[in-house]
């Protein structure tokens, strides 16, 4: 399969994107973040991450809030968190795609810039925006519990309220 492809950085938000509901076994644990990324990275690889809005049980550095880091860096920092509640992180291919979009423009145009966007909500389940196909089968594969979605960016995140 050619997951080169399955998305460009500056996707528009008309495309076919994938909202995938996974339940937290480890109620918003950073093994279960671990394990939902490396199924993840498989299809959609990325180098970057941006996180926000992370409230966290432990210790996470608040200079890492908001700031565009290695996806190695923010595998460090879990190290020190033993749960998460509530947070995103827009995940990039590339450092300037990331840097390039601002916090200011939303929420939607964060989504739609990044090549894979992962919220921990309620510390209970992982909400994934992507446009890999492949990613439902892939974690219903590796036993995860989901519930799945399909259409254009916009009418996914009018109905995901818990974001």
């Known amino acids: 399969m050619d997951t ?4 460009t950085e500056n996707a528009n938000v008309e495309d076919v994107w994938f909202r995938i509901w996974a339940d937290s076994p480890g109620c918003g644990s950073p ?24 409230e966290a049980c432990g210790f996470f550095d608040d200079a890492l809030e908001s700031r565009v880091i290695p996806v190695s860096l923010l595998d460090e920092a879990l190290d020190n968190v033993t749960q998460m509640e509530w947070g995103r992180f827009f995940f990039y291919r590339d450092r300037r795609a990331a840097e390039a979009e601002t916090l200011s423009a939303g929420l939607e145009s964060e989504i739609a810039t990044s090549t894979l966007t992962v919220c921990v909500c309620d510390n209970s389940w992982f909400t994934v925006f992507t446009k890999a196909p492949a990613a439902s089968k892939a974690l219903i594969d590796a036993g995860w ?15 995901a309220a818990e974001l």
């Open 4 to 7: 080169e492809n399955l998305h």
């Open 31 to 54: 093994a279960d973040l671990r394990r939902l990324l490396r199924i993840l990275f498989a299809l959609t690889p990325c180098e970057f991450v941006k996180v926000t809005n992370l």
């Open 145 to 159: 519990r989901i519930q799945s979605d399909t259409g254009p960016l916009a009418p996914l995140l009018q109905r």
